[in-house]
């Protein structure tokens, strides 16, 4: 089992910054790979950035490209999203999820290949 917690969700004006958290328990956080999803109202949950294993391979949605970047503290039981350049477009609830049977090298990128989900934590990005 694998609990999650997010954290650092807030209101931000555009060109602004925030970090994400999202907090595990859990043995097996050190062999999940890990992801960020958000949702916005209305629309399907949708892929943002995901973490293999120790953080050796990444990968973003091209939207968020060059202005997010996700790592991991696996000392910490802790992965994070740190959000640059904000855009109003990027308001939504975040969710971290983790797999724990994925290969070592692998990024996870669909949705319904996580097993374990946070509550999600708001960003509000005003224009």
């Known amino acids: 089992q694998v609990q999650l917690v997010e954290s650092g969700g807030g209101l931000v004006q555009a060109g602004g910054s925030l970090r994400l958290s999202c907090a595990a328990s859990g043995r097996t956080f050190s062999t999940s790979a890990m992801g960020w999803f958000r949702q916005a109202p209305g629309k399907e949950r949708e892929f943002v950035a995901a973490?293999?294993?120790?953080?050796?391979?990444?990968a973003y949605q091209d939207s968020v490209k060059g202005r997010f970047t996700i790592s991991r503290d696996n000392a910490k039981n802790t992965v994070y999203l740190q959000m640059n350049s904000l855009k109003p477009d990027d308001t939504a609830v975040y969710y971290c999820a983790a797999e724990p049977t994925a290969l070592r090298f692998r990024v996870v990128t669909l949705v319904s290949e996580y097993d374990y989900w946070g509550q999600g934590t708001q960003v509000t990005v005003s224009s």
């Open positions: 973490i293999s294993w120790r953080g050796g391979s990444t």
